[in-house]
């Protein structure tokens, strides 16, 4: 190689290494011309993948649908259900079915949700996509296990306790898991506030000194979510849920602060 030619790469690596110190977080990598048309034919394709991986999980899941309903059976503490009308508990079944292949299929939806919008994502909104469902899959699953260890035994428990002595505890089966599945994946949404706050402090729309100065708010709109959330009417319930929602928005605060946002 002679020496002219050594001269010239070096020049280009240094043009490219220039161009790479002065690439702007808020560009589009890669970023390539779509139409209306083909962004619907996008979303189009990637729903019909969702659906086609739910609906194969749905068919998995209702297969053991049995021992998925005996574990969430668990926190009625030995109440017995009656199949009220014909067919009850087959359509139990589905529902049952249907929330598990949404669990099971959720990391597919997940790859076909962050597949459609990472191409309009700049180099600093991808380097989120990461933590994000990380942290968003922790959490839910977390809101899932908090209902299931916390809130339903002691909904269940407010349920069973009040007017034993007049009446006897038989349940319809369709009523009570439509309850628990309900609040269940409403806890699992709840716990995606941290994530919000995230979101919102690192695309510098809120502050971690605004979202602490907003705290009278949130204490009152955690106390109305519970009471709207919980099946039952005792404070121990709504308490629980409350509470949690409250710790993890100071939680939240806290990480946002540490990312100095």
Sequence with gaps: MTPSSDVETASQRSLEDLENDYLDDDDLPNDVEMSLFDHLEELRRRIFYSLIAVA????????????????????????????????????????????????????????????????????????????????????????????????????????????????????????????????????????QVPIIQLLLGHLG??????????????????TVLGAVLTPSTDPLTQSLLAGAVIGLYFGGIGLVKLSGK
Excluded: H
């Design 56 to 191: 194969v999980c749905a068919i998995g899941c209702f297969a053991a649908v049995k021992p998925i309903v005996k574990l969430l059976e668990v926190p009625a503490q030995g109440v017995k259900f009656l199949q009220l009308k014909p067919g009850e508990f087959f359509f139990v079944s589905l529902q049952v079915a249907g929330y598990s292949a949404l669990l099971v299929a959720s990391p597919f939806i997940l790859y076909q949700i962050i597949q459609f919008v990472l191409p309009g994502l700049t180099r600093r909104e991808r380097r989120l996509i990461g933590p994000v469902v990380l942290g968003s899959s922790i959490l839910f699953f977390t809101g899932l296990g908090f209902a299931y260890v916390a809130l339903i035994p002691a909904a269940m428990n407010f349920f069973i306790s009040y007017g034993a002595e007049v009446v006897e505890q038989r349940w319809s089966i369709d009523s009570y898991f439509g309850t628990v599945l309900l609040l269940m994946f409403s806890t699992g949404l709840a716990f």
């Design 205 to 222: 729309i809120v502050s971690s000194q605004q979202m602490l100065s907003g705290w009278r708010v949130i204490i009152l709109g955690a």
